[in-house]
């Protein structure tokens, strides 16, 4: 039981924004995928949620194989996205996105489900009638966050979830982060702050230049930082040391 990647190479247009990249998702797991803007990370995350097309290699959820599947068929696999920008329905109430995003359950799962997001969210719970646009944008970015919980995930594929919110909000999504991992769910973390990924991964994925230039233990990265440097940017440092591929 994983999300396996293997070979992976995802375009947009007629140029190819992520290759040959390999790694093993397991439940109750955070991935932290790391590297510049522009180095293939939101392409990465577009590609295995069937938003942009995988043009070579595999990706297999616990044993089903969702290779060129589009979107809806990837949810009802399990694996849910939240991109990057805070993504909602910004004329909808709090709880009408929710359900939205709920919509494909049958009446009673849509009940607990949206019971289960609102206490992982009690911030939400107090703002149901709220219309989303008017909120705030770390309570924007939960909302997104919440659209995915209904989803149901087994696997959940995060973008850039603290970019531009203040460090209190963000220390709070991270517990969320670490609660919805305990429960068992395996998550792919794109976060620009460092240490905080690398604190909560298991594994740590560095991508430059749409390539895996590190794949492996988190501790290496903390505990060297000459080796993210030379994954992240490309310099000369311990380059020797990073090998490519997880799981």
């Known amino acids: 039981m994983a999300l396996e990647v293997t ?9 190819k924004m992520v290759a040959d990249i390999t790694f093993t998702l397991n439940p109750g797991e955070v991935t932290a995928v790391l590297g510049a803007n522009g180095a293939g990370k939101s392409e990465l995350v ?5 938003m942009l097309p ?14 060129g599947k589009g979107p809806d068929a990837i949810r009802a ?3 849910a996205a939240v991109p990057e920008g805070h993504r909602v329905f910004t004329r909808l109430s709090v709880d009408d996105n ?12 849509l009940a607990t489900t949206l019971a289960d997001t609102y206490k992982v969210f009690p ?12 909120m705030s944008g770390g309570q ?9 919980l209904m989803c149901r995930p087994r ?23 670490g609660d919805l991992k305990a429960r068992g769910t395996g998550i792919l973390l794109i976060e620009q702050f460092t240490d905080l990924a690398l604190a909560i991964a298991e594994q740590a994925l560095v991508l430059r230049g749409g390539k895996a230039r590190y794949g492996g233990p988190p501790q290496a990265l903390i505990e060297d930082k000459g080796l993210l440097d030379a994954a992240y940017f490309g310099v000369e440092a311990s380059a020797q040391g990073a090998h490519v591929g997880l799981g």
């Open 7 to 15: 070979g992976l190479d995802v375009s947009q247009g007629p140029r």
């Open 46 to 50: 577009l590609g295995l949620a069937g």
């Open 54 to 67: 995988v043009t070579a290699g595999r990706i297999v959820a616990d044993g089903a194989d969702l290779t």
């Open 77 to 79: 696999a399990g694996i």
């Open 98 to 109: 929710l359900r939205a995003a709920g919509s494909a359950l049958a009446a009673a799962d």
């Open 123 to 134: 911030e939400l719970a107090e703002r149901k009638s709220q219309r989303a646009g008017t």
């Open 140 to 148: 924007q970015q939960m909302l997104a966050l919440g659209h995915a």
């Open 155 to 177: 696997y959940l594929l995060i973008d850039e979830m603290s970019l531009g919110l203040a460090p209190l909000v963000v220390k709070r999504l991270i517990g969320v982060v």
